[in-house]
């Protein structure tokens, strides 16, 4: 797997190199300081993952992340950062990128490119929490007709989104927890998603 990391602060840059190459299988084709130097290294490189802080210079790596993804769609971008502002999340969701972790969680990072290199999508857990705060508005039922999404599909989604458990969904709707895992499963199937994960980052995407 090859990575290019993007981080202002060298010393960072540094450590996430050995960590990263300390695992058979992954090698670090260059570091970039700057969301400018991100841009011309993944243009020069096309790595498999670009690895990439968010707060850096006069170009973030959001809007670095923004410009890979206009030139190269199928870019695979993870965004490691110890900033978990609600507008940070948004525009990351927004852009595509594929997923966002916190600095702090080290041990998650080689799970994290593994599970980005194999198309996966990876929001921590704390990310994923925080959705609900952020979405004040709600989703565009029209939207998920063309899925063939019912009523009650779209209702479920919207209790997932807001990070609710399945028990606690069939609470909520009075449903049994079998039945709304069974809802669960045919939205995931009509939408083509793999996980509550997905579904959660799809619903946000599709807001008013």
């Known amino acids: 797997m090859k990575i290019i990391i993007v981080d202002d602060d060298s010393l960072v840059s540094l450590s996430l190199k050995t960590i990263i190459e300390a695992n058979e299988g992954f090698e670090v084709l260059a570091i970039a300081n700057s969301g400018e130097e991100?841009?011309?290294?993944?243009?020069?490189?096309?790595?498999?993952?670009?690895?990439?802080?968010?707060?850096?210079?006069?170009?973030?790596?959001?809007?670095?992340?923004?410009?890979?993804?206009?030139?190269?769609?199928?870019?695979k971008?993870?965004?490691?950062?110890?900033?978990?502002?609600?507008?940070?999340?948004?525009?990351?969701?927004?852009?595509?990128?594929?997923?966002?972790?916190l600095k702090q969680h080290y041990n998650c990072i080689i799970p994290a490119l593994n599970a980005v290199y194999s198309g996966q999508n990876v929001f921590g857990e704390?990310?994923?929490?925080?959705?609900?705060?952020?979405?004040?508005?709600q989703g565009k039922k029209e939207d998920?007709?063309?899925?063939?999404?019912?009523?009650?599909?779209?209702?479920?989604?919207?209790?997932?989104?807001?990070?609710l458990s399945n028990k606690e969904i069939a609470q909520e709707l009075y449903l049994g927890e079998g039945t709304v895992r069974n809802y669960i499963s045919g939205i995931l199937e009509k939408l083509g998603l793999r996980d509550r994960t997905q579904l959660a980052i799809f619903y946000f995407n599709h807001l008013i």
């Open 38 to 75: 991100a841009v011309r290294l993944y243009k020069e490189h096309q790595p498999d993952i670009i690895l990439m802080d968010i707060r850096m210079g006069e170009m973030s790596g959001l809007e670095a992340g923004e410009e890979i993804l206009k030139r190269f769609t199928k870019a």
């Open 77 to 101: 971008i993870l965004f490691l950062t110890t900033f978990a502002d609600d507008e940070y999340i948004i525009k990351a969701l927004k852009i595509g990128a594929k997923g966002y972790i």
């Open 126 to 137: 704390e990310i994923i929490n925080k959705l609900p705060a952020v979405m004040s508005n």
């Open 144 to 163: 998920y007709q063309s899925y063939g999404i019912l009523d009650k599909e779209f209702e479920i989604i919207t209790w997932v989104s807001k990070g």
